[in-house]
């Protein structure tokens, strides 16, 4: 399952790449905090494996829909909306998973 996942992040980053002719520093910026909140949260227990591969689901549909998004060379303000939408309802998730009370045994 979770080599699934990563497979699907690399053929996402490679979309990801081929479309740089716009730029969204915000939401690769965001996307960087959110994965560091994620590895934090297994180092230190209060994420288990699971609902950590969980929440990367939730990244990987976020930089599914960036790519989408780059793929005409622009990213309207009605895209951006919905790529912060998408990263705000990951970050709930994280923050609540972070603060379920399970620990990783």
Same mark, same amino acid.
């Given at each position: 399952? =979770? /080599?699934? *996942?990563?497979?699907? *992040?690399?053929? /996402? &980053? $490679? ?5 740089? !002719? @716009? ?5 690769? +910026?965001? @996307? ?8 934090? $949260?297994?180092?230190? $227990?209060? &994420?288990?494996? #699971?609902? !950590? !591969? ?13 790519? #989408?998004? #780059?793929?005409?060379?622009? /990213? ?9 939408? @998408? @990263? +705000?309802?990951?970050?709930?998730? =994280?923050?609540?998973? #972070?603060?379920? +009370?399970? +620990?990783?045994?």
């Amino acid at each position: 399952r =979770i /080599v699934s *996942i990563l497979l699907l *992040i690399t053929f /996402v &980053l $490679g979309l990801g790449l081929s479309a740089l !002719a @716009q730029k969204t520093p915000v939401v690769d +910026n965001r @996307q960087k905090r959110q994965q560091r909140r994620m590895h934090r $949260g297994v180092k230190s $227990g209060t &994420l288990t494996r #699971k609902e !950590a !591969a969980k929440l990367e689901a939730g990244q990987v549909k976020t930089e599914a829909m960036e790519a #989408k998004a #780059k793929a005409d060379g622009t /990213v309207t303000r009605k895209e951006r909306a919905k790529l912060q939408h @998408q @990263q +705000n309802k990951t970050s709930r998730r =994280i923050y609540r998973q #972070k603060h379920d +009370n399970q +620990n990783r045994k």
